[in-house]
């Protein structure tokens, strides 16, 4: 897994080395590059949480070709096996599980302290939303969606301009990925995120 974060306290001199300590959430965009990747080894899962009324967002990767990491079959909706679950999947799939692991980026503009990703069962569908966490840092977006109801691990379909890619670092890729587009949906302010009062720490940095 490459998953790992470091304690926030390890990164302030790094962060303050390069001048990037500021209250403004936008700041992280001159510290992150975001770079494409294979978007057929990955999938983007509504992954259920007890009986199934609720459900939480899974990303998975396939690393390499030693064993697959998860098998699909279906369509609206698309049924995932994740299959990394029966095996010691260390180098060979990467799975994303939570917020240190996944954020929303729009453009230049690294989104993780101000939105969150969120999946929402509607009666006929199953929505991934990016939700946004403070006044005024943007609308609601629909990220993806599943396009039929179930209870199961259900795979959530990118909605048209979202795809996934990579953070990186200094030229380093990183153990994390965004859920990318290039602009804000039309109709939408477009204004990248006002400053916040507070400092907020950086999620997921390595």
């Not at 990767?61 to 909706?77: F, I, L, M, W």
């Not at 993780?112 to 609601?140: C, F, H, I």
Request: charged share 15%; glycine share 10%; hydrophobic share 45%.
């Amino acid at each position: 897994m490459i998953q790992t974060v470091r304690p926030l306290a390890a990164l302030v001199p790094l962060v303050a080395s390069i001048g990037l300590v500021s209250p403004r959430p936008a700041a992280a965009q001159a510290l992150f590059q975001a770079v494409d990747v294979d978007q057929t080894k990955f999938v983007i899962v509504a992954a259920p949480i007890g009986d199934g009324s609720r459900a939480q967002l899974n990303i998975y990767e396939q690393r390499t070709a030693a064993r697959p990491c998860y098998s699909v079959q279906g369509s609206a909706p698309a049924v995932v096996n994740p299959l990394l679950s029966n095996f010691d999947f260390t180098g060979i799939c990467n799975r994303f599980i939570d917020g240190n692991g996944y954020s929303v980026r729009v453009g230049s503009s690294d989104l993780g302290t101000v939105y969150r990703l969120s999946v929402v069962k509607q009666a006929n569908d199953t929505l991934l939303m990016a939700l946004p966490t403070k006044a005024g840092a943007g609308p609601e977006m629909v990220v993806a969606r599943t396009a039929g109801p179930g209870s199961t691990f259900l795979l959530l379909v990118p909605e048209p301009g979202w795809k996934l890619m990579r953070r990186q670092f200094g030229g380093r890729v990183l153990g994390h990925v965004y859920l990318y587009r290039d602009s804000w949906p039309e109709g939408s302010p477009g204004a990248a995120p006002p400053a916040s009062p507070e400092a907020a720490p950086i999620r997921g940095l390595w």
